[in-house]
């Protein structure tokens, strides 16, 4: 771990996301092993955090946890910067329709972050869950902000992208994506091809406001073992229209631009 800049506020935010990296509460000593700060640095910054609410500590388990100011400030900027709040009527309404897997997500500076998801089966599960970041150029979602979004700062978002590879399927260089979302600019429709989990499909949409700008997508997922991807395209009129649905509600909402990107390097091409 890097160390940050933003003086003692930027180290007390990267306090945080390390303990929220856990996805449990965590001992101090295994924050300081990974802790870019000296053992009274850290230790001083979590004691603010705690005075402020920020952070829980339990005397039992001696451990740290997110404490609740931290869960009210999560709530409030879910409720105020977030499509799930108006989406929520259409993605259940989706999900029940049919019967798979719904996801609704909004680009995080290169990375998709999914703000909601909707399970009508317990027969399989996808990786993406509420709150969760995955990358944006193996998910149907991502795929389909990514294809939408004005040239430059599209590019911008390109250049965050690692191309790991997650399966064979998986895109490894920024031609063959490229190609891909001229194709799903034309088609207006994503489809993750087991691209970021080996058995899981889905059909994805951009959510457009004011008819062109994009906010976020919405899709449908769900297992090879239950659907090929025709069958799954299949879904396209119902996603589509339920994407329509949350751009018109979202049109008159204010929401912050997450697609802006660091500017782009000397010399690079949209």
Same mark, same amino acid.
Request: charged share 20%; proline share 6%.
């Given at each position: 771990?890097?160390?940050?800049?933003?003086?003692?506020?930027?180290?007390?935010?990267?306090?945080?996301?390390?303990?929220?990296?856990?996805?449990?509460?965590?001992?101090?000593?295994?924050?300081?092993?990974?802790?870019?700060?000296?053992?009274?640095?850290?230790?001083?910054?979590?004691?603010?955090?705690?005075?402020?609410?920020?952070?829980?500590?339990?005397?039992?388990?001696?451990?740290?946890?997110? +404490?609740?100011?931290?869960? #009210?400030?999560? $709530?409030?900027?879910?409720?105020? /910067?977030?499509? %799930? =709040? @108006?989406?929520?009527?259409?993605?259940?309404?989706?999900?029940?329709?049919?019967?798979?897997?719904?996801?609704?997500?909004?680009?995080?500076?290169?990375?998709?972050?999914?703000?909601?998801?909707?399970?009508?089966?317990?027969?399989?599960?996808?990786?993406?869950?509420?709150?969760?970041?995955?990358?944006?150029?193996?998910?149907?979602?991502?795929?389909?902000?990514?294809?939408?979004?004005?040239?430059?700062?599209?590019?911008?978002?390109?250049?965050?992208?690692?191309?790991?590879?997650?399966?064979?399927?998986?895109?490894?260089?920024?031609?063959?994506?490229?190609?891909?979302?001229?194709?799903?600019?034309?088609? +207006?429709?994503?489809?993750? #091809?087991?691209? $970021?989990?080996?058995?899981?499909? /889905?059909?994805? %949409? =951009? @959510?457009?406001?004011?008819?062109?700008?994009?906010?976020?997508?919405?899709?449908?997922?769900?297992?090879?073992?239950?659907?090929?991807?025709?069958?799954?395209?299949?879904?396209?009129?119902?996603?589509?229209?339920?994407?329509?649905?949350?751009?018109?509600?979202?049109?008159?909402?204010?929401?912050?631009?997450?697609?802006?990107?660091?500017?782009?390097?000397?010399?690079?091409?949209?």
């Amino acid at each position: 771990m890097s160390k940050p800049d933003g003086g003692t506020v930027g180290k007390a935010l990267e306090v945080l996301d390390q303990v929220a990296s856990f996805g449990r509460p965590v001992r101090f000593s295994r924050l300081l092993e990974t802790s870019p700060y000296p053992k009274a640095t850290l230790f001083r910054l979590v004691q603010t955090l705690m005075h402020q609410n920020m952070l829980e500590y339990d005397d039992i388990t001696q451990t740290y946890a997110p +404490g609740l100011r931290l869960v #009210r400030l999560a $709530h409030a900027a879910w409720a105020q /910067s977030s499509l %799930a =709040p @108006i989406a929520r009527p259409f993605v259940d309404e989706l999900a029940t329709t049919v019967g798979e897997a719904v996801h609704l997500a909004q680009l995080d500076h290169g990375q998709v972050l999914f703000v909601d998801k909707r399970r009508t089966t317990n027969l399989y599960d996808t990786l993406a869950q509420a709150g969760q970041v995955a990358p944006a150029y193996c998910t149907g979602v991502g795929k389909a902000i990514l294809a939408f979004m004005p040239a430059e700062r599209r590019q911008r978002a390109l250049m965050q992208q690692a191309f790991m590879k997650y399966t064979a399927a998986t895109h490894s260089d920024l031609d063959t994506l490229k190609t891909e979302l001229d194709r799903i600019r034309k088609d +207006g429709v994503a489809f993750d #091809r087991e691209e $970021h989990e080996k058995g899981i499909i /889905s059909i994805a %949409a =951009p @959510i457009l406001a004011g008819g062109d700008h994009v906010i976020g997508a919405l899709s449908i997922a769900t297992s090879t073992s239950r659907h090929s991807l025709d069958a799954l395209d299949g879904f396209r009129p119902k996603l589509l229209a339920t994407a329509g649905q949350i751009g018109t509600e979202a049109a008159n909402w204010q929401f912050p631009d997450t697609t802006i990107t660091p500017p782009l390097p000397v010399g690079a091409q949209a």
